[in-house]
């Protein structure tokens, strides 16, 4: 046979094995689709005798062959919209405009006179509950199959273990291939009649979540069980999983504690510099910080939808510009006249505040207002058993960037140095030239705008109230005092001492008896140390 007549006889013969392959896949394909359909009929046909055995039978049918009709008749089912037709033989749903859908088709169907509604009882709704669940474990998103798995670790629910296995054998995701493995963790751990090495393992894998979810389920095995082997890991497990939350639980504490300090020192650090400038008690001083969040909720009433993500950007520099302007106006009209006279000062400003808490009740009313947060402030994150939230993560940057900021502004310009000057020695430097009235007039907007964005901070994580600068004036005066007058170092260091001290004393000894203990703390420390930790050295301080 010639060379190109056996060529091509091969290549005929690899054309038609080729043709034949593909004929076998399709027809596979083919059977497997009739397949399918026919199982689906089998199962749609079980919603047709309305019996409650049956129906059940149906659910577990829809879960395991999961059709992409299952969700929507399940669903419609669990709210009594399942339908069927006994004459006919049809099975139909109800849909949300009120059509009424072929359950295996998808078809409208025109007339449903003759349709009744599928009974459902409480049985039944549990295993709707479960086959959802089954469903969701094997959709497309990770995040709600891990979901799932999650709602199946806190139910434990037997039925959801082959659905669990059968995703776990598949899952690419490694986030929810470890909420599988947990959820099953939980149903194999609580199961007695699981053996006690699939037990061993189950409780080996709860350890590993080490959670308050995973110490409870242990806990009601370790009471539970009967079998000394299991009961002997659960007791392990119980320990290591109670040393890791109380370590877990001291981190959040200094957590809170970190965060409760940077608003204290954004609410102090204002008070610092009057207080250590002019020597004023400011019982007025918790207004500038309202004051400051009332503008950012203003600013975010403006703005437009488009901006309100920037709201904080246009808020911060508002809010500073507002309080020191009303501080001016206080300093201008009230204080300068009362000097070396702390007495009448302080009522003086106690009335400024009633008066200006009067205004803002007028201008917006009483009820608190709320300030959405802007989206990156928003959520939390999660490292190992600490919640980090957004809002307070971003406060504690503002705390650092105002300090940093107020510290550059006087160790690095003139009108610091001059601040600095006036708050050392006051008589010196006037003799030199400064002009105090003006230095104190500065000094005193700079202390309001600063409490003004302690006002946008405190709008992230309170509501704006009038009322709102009242329950940090005496925390505030405390953190100052405490610090050291007129030292910023002092007052950061203040601020993070009480803040810290005060959210680990909470747990333990209350809120309010917590408050008490730190107040005591602080009347025995200025005794021995009267001028705080960081006292100023000067000319009029050592005189």
């Given amino acids: 046979m010639p060379h190109r007549a056996r060529l091509l006889l091969i290549v005929r013969r690899g054309a038609l094995a080729l043709a034949t392959s593909l004929l076998i896949t399709l027809s596979g394909l083919m059977a497997s689709g009739a397949a ?4 689906l009929d089998d199962t749609l046909a079980r919603f047709l005798a309305d019996k409650f055995p049956e129906s059940e039978q149906a659910i577990g049918e829809l879960a395991a062959e999961a059709p992409p009709q299952a969700a929507a008749i399940l669903e419609a089912m669990s709210e009594n919209r399942l339908l069927f037709d006994p004459a006919d033989r049809i099975v139909a749903y109800r849909n949300a405009s009120g059509a009424v859908l072929n ?12 349709f009744r509604k599928v009974r459902v009882n409480n049985a039944l709704r549990r295993a709707i509950e479960g086959a959802t669940g089954s469903l969701t474990l094997a959709g497309s998103d990770p995040e709600k199959r891990i979901a799932a798995a999650e709602d199946v670790f806190k139910s434990r629910d037997a039925k959801a273990a082959p659905a669990l296995k059968a995703q776990l054998a598949r899952e690419s995701d490694a986030r929810a291939a470890t909420a599988l493995k947990l959820a099953l963790a939980a149903i194999v751990a609580a199961s007695d009649e699981a053996s006690a090495a699939d037990r061993l393992s189950a409780i080996e894998t709860l350890r590993g979540r080490g959670d308050q979810d995973a110490e409870n389920l242990i806990d009601a095995i370790d009471e539970k069980t009967a079998d000394p082997e299991v009961k002997a890991a659960a007791d392990s497990a119980l320990a290591s999983i109670r ?21 204290l020192l954004l609410a102090a650090i204002g008070l610092a510099i009057t207080f250590g400038v002019m020597g004023v008690i400011n019982m007025a001083h918790g207004e500038m910080v309202m004051l400051g969040a009332y503008a950012t909720y203003v600013v975010q009433l403006l703005l437009p939808p488009s901006l309100q993500s920037w709201s904080l950007a246009f808020a911060i520099p508002l809010a ?18 009362l000097y070396s006279r702390p007495l009448e000062t302080l009522l003086a400003t106690w009335g400024v505040s009633l008066i200006l808490q009067q205004a803002v009740r007028s201008l917006f009313g009483a009820n608190n207002r709320q300030v959405t947060n802007p989206p990156f402030m928003s959520g939390s994150v999660h490292v190992g058993g600490l919640d980090i939230t957004a809002n307070r993560f971003w406060i504690i940057v503002l705390a650092i960037v105002v300090f940093v900021a107020l510290q550059l502004v006087l160790r690095a310009t003139s009108f610091g140095l001059q601040m600095r000057a006036v708050t050392q020695n006051r008589r010196m430097a006037a003799a030199m030239g400064i002009s105090t009235a003006k230095i104190d007039m500065l000094a005193f907007a700079l202390g309001s705008g600063v409490a003004g964005v302690a006002g946008v901070a405190l709008s992230q994580i309170d509501n704006v109230s009038p009322n709102l600068g009242q329950g940090y004036i005496i925390d505030s005066f405390m953190v100052v005092v405490f610090g050291g007058v007129g030292n910023l170092w002092g007052t950061a260091l203040g601020a993070l001492m009480i803040g810290v001290a005060n959210k680990i004393l909470e747990p333990v000894i209350g809120a309010v008896q917590g408050q008490i203990v730190l107040l005591v703390v602080i009347i025995l420390f200025i005794q021995r140390r009267p001028r705080g930790m960081f006292a100023l050295k000067g000319r009029a301080v050592e005189a």
């Fill in 36 to 39: 399918r359909a026919d199982a």
């Fill in 103 to 114: 359950a295996r088709t998808g078809e409208t169907i025109a007339d449903a006179s003759g």
């Fill in 243 to 263: 040393t890791r939350l109380m370590f877990w639980g001291a981190a959040q504490d200094l957590w809170y504690g970190l965060s409760a300090s940077s608003v």
């Fill in 320 to 337: 500073f510009i507002v309080a020191a302007l009303v501080g001016v106006a206080i300093e201008r009209l009230v204080i300068r006249y």
